[in-house]
């Protein structure tokens, strides 16, 4: 634990007071205000967007972040002045150059030596403050890639590539928009950021009340109806901030004492927000900065990416909700006081309003606006109603606050975005991602279930203690192509495949960060968590091979080959929800029968599919005459 604890523990955010407060404070909330200029009428091309955003970010970051988890929670130490001067510096030196930067030609115009030195400087300050925000783990594998790229010329047979110095990785990842600056910190500068300032000032304003209270009228005093709205309101909250472990902090801190109270044990309490929790980053409309950088990587359009996703999520939290219901009908736990649940006409007359930026968002995307633009539109729009309301009116204070609060939620990500950049850059100049192919077929053969297999398995590794974007980022570089080029998968349902399986490593042992933040609020064993949430977010570990296999899933209503097999995916799913729970609470015989029916639904062949529909109807009726065991 001690290991664990070094590698992946991150440090404490200060709350600045004194003479620095507010100048930290205005400064933020400028940057802020540039982005979402960026985004509505500023005319700024994608190499001066990350150029800029990356170097600004980073002056205020060493002096918000500590270095230990031991240090000062409200004053810097010398070293954080320090490196706050370093990263002021360089944020001069390249906004100054910008322009140079877009015209020299790399590897053939000679580095100099202040170019050398600044781009060294900087990639240093990234990553200091990845290890900061991010911790240990992310920082040393960024470095292992990096020593790759330097010395990996002194290996023999596949893995070994051409020299590459020290000036040549610089001149790539530093100089050209393939490495630091590339793609995910352009994401972060843009739809990330404002989509991160649309959940701001939507909980800020109250709107986070808004839907919990929404969660709660809506299950009522049904059996689980605690963890119900832990579910609800999870999805709701993490659709917004694309960060399992946030969504956990922010809406566990209500939903899992609340559960405890009723009943509920520890871990279960903590595996319901987790797993619910988790998912956020994989619902529509807005999905986390994730499905930004996969239009950007893809080439799909982000309305695409959000249909296609749509059902599968819809499916996700409809298997949780199940087996919720289900397990809290067999432990007999209690619902929601019926006097502290507010009537859903209530709460809809009183808070109709934090509708409507949801509703403006997926009209826009429909319209096919950008997601940058939509999402500015939207954080607009909150700050309009906010301003309308006296009860949550976000005035100028308020509003500074708000717009602050946004890039220090943001130095995190762009962190680990700018420290994944490093290793795209790496892989792209090494050949990397060509060698796993190679790789792929050594370990597995041919066999495309085992390749997707050994995917799974290596992107969740890669995601241990990871957001979510660096974790997709870096499995779409390294193990999408092999998918794509080699297998000839569909490039949609790859990428998905990917996502998934970078969303739920969040959860998964040994590290399972969103369990780690659960478990200080929940005070059980994170391991026992991550157990109780994988067991509630089973759906997750099975529908990202459903995307190959039954490809009608994202897109349902394209023919009518494609309903048979999103119909056909989705039955498979809840059967196997409710064979989890049905083998813990009725009859583990028959919840076993359950599982395996619910798996050859997902099989492509259409024998397995009317043999399990057969079977699953059978279990079904056999189901509804048993009698819960014991608990």
Not at 261 to 266: D, F, I, N, Q
Not at 337 to 345: G, K, Y
Not at 395 to 410: C, K, N
Request: hydrophobic share 55%; glycine share 8%; net charge neutral.
């Amino acid at each position: 634990m001690k290991i664990l604890a070094l590698l992946f523990d991150t440090n404490p955010r200060r709350k600045l007071t004194g003479v620095l407060s507010w100048p930290v404070r205005i400064y933020c909330a400028a940057l802020a205000l540039w982005v979402l200029s960026v985004a509505t009428w500023l005319r700024v091309d994608s190499l001066s967007l990350t150029i800029i955003f990356l170097s600004l970010i980073l002056v205020p970051s060493f002096l918000l972040v500590g270095a230990s988890p031991n240090a000062p929670q409200e004053k810097p130490s010398v070293l954080d002045y320090v490196l706050s001067f370093a990263a002021a510096c360089t944020a001069v030196y390249f906004i100054a150059n910008i322009s140079d930067t877009a015209e020299r030609i790399s590897l053939l115009s000679p580095l100099k030596w202040h170019q050398f030195l600044f781009a060294g400087l900087i990639v240093v300050l990234t990553m200091e403050i990845t290890r900061r925000t991010v911790g240990l783990f992310l920082m040393l594998l960024v470095l292992g890639f990096v020593g790759y790229n330097l010395w990996g010329d002194q290996l023999t047979g596949i893995m070994s590539h051409g020299h590459i110095s020290l000036k040549h990785f610089i001149d790539i990842n530093v100089y050209t928009s393939d490495g630091l600056f590339g793609t995910p910190v352009r994401v972060a500068a843009s739809y990330a950021f404002l989509f991160v300032l649309f959940g701001t000032l939507l909980e800020r304003s109250g709107g986070g009340d808004f839907f919990f209270g929404l969660s709660s009228a809506i299950t009522k005093s049904s059996p689980g109806g605690p963890a119900k709205v832990a579910v609800t309101s999870s999805a709701l909250f993490g659709m917004m901030s694309g960060s399992p472990t946030s969504d956990v902090v922010a809406t566990g801190s209500i939903t899992i004492p609340m559960m405890k109270r009723l009943g509920y044990k520890p871990a279960m309490a903590g595996g319901v927000e987790v797993a619910a929790s988790s998912g956020g980053s994989l619902l529509p409309p807005v999905m986390g900065s994730a499905a930004f950088i996969m239009a950007e990587i893809t080439g799909i359009d982000y309305l695409s990416i959000c249909l296609a996703a749509l059902l599968p999520a819809i499916v996700y939290y409809a298997c949780i909700y199940i087996q919720v219901h289900l397990r809290s009908r067999v432990l007999g736990l209690a619902p929601l006081d019926p006097e502290t649940i507010p009537e859903l006409r209530t709460i809809l007359i009183s808070g109709w309003p934090y509708l409507i930026p949801l509703v403006a968002m997926t009209a826009m995307l429909m319209m096919h606006y950008s997601a940058t633009l939509t999402a500015a539109v939207a954080a607009g729009v909150v700050w309009i109603i906010a301003l309308c309301r006296k009860s949550t009116r976000l005035g100028p204070v308020a509003t500074i606050d708000a717009l602050s609060e946004t890039t220090i939620r943001m130095i995190g990500v762009t962190g680990a975005c700018a420290a994944a950049g490093l290793v795209v850059g790496g892989i792209t100049m090494t050949g990397l991602a060509s060698k796993f192919s190679i790789i792929a077929f050594m370990l597995v053969g041919d066999s495309t279930f085992l390749v997707l297999l050994l995917s799974a398995v290596v992107t969740i590794i890669l995601g241990l203690g990871m957001p979510t974007p660096s974790a997709y980022v870096l499995a779409a570089v390294l193990i999408a192509p092999t998918l794509v080029n080699e297998l000839e998968l569909p490039l949609l349902s790859v990428h998905l495949f990917i996502l998934y399986f970078a969303v739920i490593s969040a959860m998964t042992p040994p590290v399972a960060v969103a369990s780690f933040a659960a478990a200080a609020i929940a005070q059980a064993n994170p391991m026992r968590i991550s157990v109780e949430a994988m067991q509630f977010a089973i759906v997750a570990f099975v529908m990202p091979f459903a995307f190959i296999s039954n490809p009608g899933i994202l897109a349902p209503l394209s023919s009518p080959l494609a309903v048979w097999q999103a119909a056909c995916a989705c039955i498979g799913c809840v059967a196997m929800a409710i064979g989890v729970e049905a083998s813990r609470g009725f009859s583990r015989q028959l919840g076993l029968a359950s599982i395996f029916a619910g798996l050859a639904m997902l099989l492509p062949w259409e024998l397995p599919k009317v043999a399990g529909l057969i079977l699953i109807a059978a279990i079904g009726w056999m189901l509804w005459r048993e009698k819960p065991l014991e608990p």
